[in-house]
């Protein structure tokens, strides 16, 4: 029904910035709450922001004051800005969307940040 299709992951130093994508196809629900996790290996999955379709955001406070989220209800897009990224960031990162007894993710991806 939805689909999830993440761009912007890679390599980048510790103390850059990185973009992370999230463009949603398909039937989702205006009130749907979008957002982020991320799992580094031997962990388990993590929340790390998430932004109502009003644009109320909530983070993780591992990320408050570095990542910000941003979406676009029109495009149906979902943005995490990531800023002075540190090693420990380095996980796969899941784009997801969630409403009443709808959770979709996208199939990660990996964010690796070098010291």
């Known amino acids: 029904q939805v689909q999830l299709v993440e761009s912007g992951g890679g390599l980048v130093q510790a103390g850059g910035s990185l973009r992370l994508s999230c463009v949603a196809s398909g039937s989702i629900f205006g009130s749907a709450v979008m957002g982020w996790y991320r799992q580094a290996p031997g962990k388990q999955r993590e929340w790390v922001a998430t932004?109502?379709?009003?644009?109320?955001?909530n983070f993780a406070n591992s990320v408050k004051g570095r990542f910000t989220i941003s979406r676009d209800n029109v495009k149906n897009t979902v943005a995490l800005q990531m800023s002075s990224l540190k090693p420990e960031d380095t996980a796969v990162y899941y784009c997801n969307v969630h409403w009443t007894f709808h959770n979709y993710w996208g199939q990660g991806t990996q964010v690796t940040v070098s010291s």
């Open positions: 932004i109502t379709s009003a644009g109320s955001t």
